[in-house]
């Protein structure tokens, strides 16, 4: 799961957090984000019903990972795979197409380190940061943010 540290950045500052993948780890990560963030929770997901649940949770949802990035300036992935990861920050509705600089990336997906070195020089590329923070623990930890 998130660190203590990485967890007090989510949750203590009140500007937006976006959220993307809401699958089996990443629905409940962004409840339990969603329970504690002070300023708004931005979502996006290719499942509609995730994103809807999130919604009807309070979340404010986008429709592309652009749209997140053009809201957020903290922004965590929990998505199922490197081509996953690669296609949401490339592309003109990508997270970088959007991405203002100083834009912090927590990539919690569990993927290939190559995949995870391309994405962060991309990132770096637009003065964005990237930190890659795979999770362990569980669909259980998840929901209860441990």
């Not at 500007?15 to 002070?38: E, T």
Request: proline share 4%.
């Amino acid at each position: 799961m998130l660190s203590q540290s990485a967890r007090l950045l989510c949750v203590r500052n009140t500007s937006s957090l976006g959220f993307i993948g809401l699958g089996n780890m990443g629905g409940p990560m962004a409840m339990n984000l969603l329970s504690k963030a002070k300023g708004d929770l931005w979502v996006y997901d290719v499942n509609a019903e995730s994103v809807d649940k999130a919604v009807k949770a309070g979340a404010k949802a986008a429709s592309a990972p652009a749209e997140i990035a053009e809201n957020c300036d903290r922004i965590v992935t929990m998505l199922p795979n490197s081509p996953h990861v690669m296609s949401t920050f490339g592309g003109d509705q990508g997270l970088l197409a959007a991405a203002k600089a100083g834009t912090l990336f927590l990539d919690c997906s569990t993927i290939d380190p190559a995949a995870a070195q391309t994405v962060a020089k991309m990132c770096l590329e637009k003065e964005t940061v990237f930190m890659d923070a795979p999770v362990s623990g569980g669909v259980g930890a998840a929901a209860a943010g441990t």
